[in-house]
């Protein structure tokens, strides 16, 4: 497979050489996609038997309220996993339509194919399902960081609060975000111009600064 290189890297496969990843490739009858831009993934409401992950490109997971406002659910990059829950528990139902928002190569692979027992090579299996289930428990946190933004109580909370994970996740208080303002203000569940406005007082009152999708933050704002 000559994406390997590219496969390798992703925490999903920590702890294989390349020619143990190239086995356990064939081993679960892996298929890598190109999707084109906007390409629907998944719809909600299907039900999955594959674990899907990016090796370049971005998708997003989305869902539709009874007023066809889009709320994100979360960003998919690099090395991000989505469908293992539903591959898992394959009778239920997607809860989220994951597409693709610019040019997207996909790995994917149904998880019956890495559960089969086949002999020796049972201990390919058995380690990365131990990797997949350390990506599910991460999940929970991120969850958690999602839900941290949506409870708070103000719109400025809540983009303090996404930065605030931001630089948690990123180590640093210089970052970039991968999402752009109406995508940003759909995860937040709120529109374009509140979030642009609210951004704007935050740079002027000097707690942030920010240029396009690179931000910093200069100051920690007390909360009350």
């Known amino acids: 497979m000559q994406q390997i290189e590219k496969i390798s890297d992703i925490s999903l496969f920590n702890g294989f050489s390349k020619d143990e990843l190239q086995e356990l490739l064939r081993l679960i009858k892996a298929e890598i996609k190109i999707n084109d831009a906007e390409s629907i993934i998944m719809h909600e409401g299907d039900r999955n038997h594959c674990v899907f992950i990016i090796l370049s490109g ?6 539709y309220d009874l007023l066809g406002k889009v709320v994100i659910y979360t960003k998919l990059t690099h090395g991000c996993i989505f469908g293992d829950i539903l591959a898992v528990s394959a009778e239920k139902e997607s ?3 994951v597409k693709v928002t610019e040019k997207t190569e996909i790995l994917k692979f149904r998880f019956d194919d890495l559960v089969e027992a086949n002999g020796n090579c049972a201990e390919l299996r058995v380690r990365m399902l131990k990797n997949l289930t350390a990506e599910l428990a991460q999940k929970f946190f991120d969850l958690q960081d999602r839900v941290n933004c949506l409870i708070s109580s103000t719109l400025r909370e809540k983009i303090l609060t996404f930065l605030n994970n931001e630089v948690k996740n990123q180590k640093g208080i210089n970052f970039n975000i991968t999402m752009n303002r109406e ?13 642009s406005r609210e951004l704007s007082k935050l740079k002027k009152e000097g707690i942030i600064d920010f240029y396009k999708n690179s931000f910093k933050i200069i100051k920690k704002e007390e909360r009350q």
Not at 58 to 63: C, E, H, L, P, S
């Open 58 to 63: 971005q998708a997003i997971a989305v869902k």
């Open 95 to 97: 809860p989220v339509t």
């Open 183 to 195: 995508r940003l203000a759909a995860y937040l569940n709120t529109d374009r111009s509140a979030l």
